[in-house]
């Protein structure tokens, strides 16, 4: 839960920030903590179109690994978070899915893709990148994570993680698997990650739900910063 104050000051912020974005209309804003943040700011924006951009889990937690020193177990169940939490924000909003591994298999094919679900769902104003714009937007050479092996997803992929990977491979952003609660394993890691950094998070079965998840996240994120600047 968020204090009335804070709320008022983040709502605030948020206004001016979108005030000067409008002028520039269509406009999009890429920010991760999105995913968890979002509920805090919907009133604010009408209409919004979400594109779900998801990456294969273990090459996030391999990122997370090499930029950060996480444990993989704890990047997958970051991306599970991350994942979920996003989706359960955008229920009942116009919603695209587009998988990053795909985007750099196939720029000009998945952006048309792209284009072609955002002119159905409206929005104008919107041309095709030519080969050289893509080619700078989309730049294969820093795609250093690449997916796992079988063996390693088989080790660090749970049950629940695979049907959320399915569902998210099939694209729709109605099929209800993406908003189920946080999986009983990626739970635990979680909590054996605070454990071993010295600190105790406990994640009820109510942030499980949802219901104070917002919180419970922003302490997590703020421990786990802290104990690494250490």
């Known amino acids: 839960r968020v204090a009335a104050p804070i709320r008022t000051e983040i709502n605030a912020k948020f206004l001016t920030i979108l005030e000067e974005m409008q002028r520039h209309s269509p406009w999009f804003i890429k920010e991760p903590r999105l ?6 700011l919907q009133a604010q924006v009408s209409e919004p179109i979400f594109i779900h951009v998801w990456r294969d889990p273990l090459e996030v937690a391999q ?4 930029r950060n020193g996480f444990p993989i177990d704890f990047g997958t169940a970051l991306w599970e ?6 989706h359960m924000a955008a229920r009942g909003q116009r919603s695209i899915i587009l998988s990053y591994n795909q985007l750099l298999k196939d720029p000009k094919g998945e952006t048309r893709r792209l284009m072609e679900k955002l002119q159905n769902f409206g929005v104008l104003g919107l041309t095709m990148p030519q080969d050289a714009e893509l080619a700078d937007a989309v730049d294969v050479e820093l795609y250093r994570q690449r997916q796992a ?8 992929i749970p049950r ?5 990977c399915l569902a998210l491979t099939e694209g729709d952003p109605k ?53 690494n600047v250490e």
């Open 35 to 40: 995913c968890l943040v979002w509920p805090l």
């Open 160 to 164: 629940a993680q695979r049907e959320l």
């Open 81 to 86: 978070i991350y994942v979920r939490s996003a």
């Open 63 to 66: 990122s997370l690994s090499a």
């Open 175 to 227: 099929n209800p698997t993406l908003s189920l609660p946080l999986s009983p394993t990626s739970r635990l890691r979680m909590e054996d990650w605070t454990r071993r950094q010295g600190a105790i998070l406990a994640i009820s079965t109510d942030a499980l739900e949802g219901k104070h998840a917002k919180a419970d996240l922003a302490r997590l994120r703020k421990d786990v910063s802290r104990r």
């Open 149 to 156: 092996s079988s063996s390693e997803a088989d080790v660090f």
